[in-house]
């Protein structure tokens, strides 16, 4: 098992930042990668970046690229996601997902990110 717990959401200015953090706990050890997903009210859960947990390669919705950045830090088992630049549609819930080597997915509860124009 593998716990995920967000935190860093609020409210902000558009043209402001925000980070998220995701804090994994439980089997951490086994983590293959680790994405940020989001989700407006009345649409789909969209990507939004992932990073390999052990390489630290890293993949961006076209959406966020140049404005957000995703990285890791293994010592505590927590990823983040800088998020500079913010839009208006960039107002959503960030869920944080993981994809073990065991092939099982774990979500977070999510972190509500509200983005004043």
């Known amino acids: 098992q593998v716990q995920l717990v967000e935190s860093g959401g609020g409210l902000v200015q558009a043209g402001g930042s925000l980070r998220l953090s995701c804090a994994a706990s439980?089997?951490?050890?086994?983590?293959?990668?680790v994405r940020w997903y989001r989700q407006a009210p009345g649409k789909e859960r969209e990507f939004v970046a992932t990073?390999?947990?052990?390489?630290?390669?890293?993949n961006y919705a076209d959406s966020v690229k140049g404005r957000f950045t995703i990285s890791r830090d293994t010592a505590s088992n927590t990823v983040y996601l800088q998020m500079n630049s913010l839009k208006p549609e960039d107002t959503a819930t960030y869920y944080c997902?993981?994809?073990?080597?065991?092939?099982?997915?774990?979500w977070g509860q999510g972190t509500q990110v509200t983005v004043s124009s």
């Open positions: 997902n993981t994809r073990t080597y065991e092939l099982t997915a774990y």
């Open positions: 439980g089997r951490a050890f086994s983590l293959y990668d």
């Open positions: 990073i390999i947990w052990r390489a630290g390669t890293t």
